[in-house]
C-alpha cells in the first residue's frame, strides 16, 4: 500500500472531501467511497465514477466534510 492510498482511506474513514488531477483533468470537491482491488490495480469509486488510483496525481485532502 503506498501512502496516497492510506491518504485516501483515511479520508473515507473521516468523510473528507478530496481533489485531485487524474489523466490531465482536474476534480475538485469529491466524495470518495470505497477502495477496491480488481486484478492487481486498486479503484478509487466516488458519488460520480471510479479512478485508477495509479492515474491519481496532486491529491490533496480538504477539511471540509460531505
Known amino acids: 500500500m503506498n501512502i496516497e492510498t492510506h491518504f485516501l482511506q483515511k479520508a473515507i ?8 488531477t487524474y489523466e490531465m483533468k482536474p476534480y475538485k470537491s469529491i ?9 492487481s490495480e486498486d479503484f478509487l469509486y466516488t458519488n460520480d465514477s471510479f479512478f485508477k488510483i495509479a492515474h491519481i496525481k496532486k491529491l490533496k485532502i480538504h477539511k471540509e466534510k460531505y
Open 31 to 39: 466524495a470518495p467511497q470505497k477502495i477496491t482491488q480488481q486484478e
Open 13 to 20: 474513514k473521516d468523510r473528507n472531501l478530496i481533489s485531485f
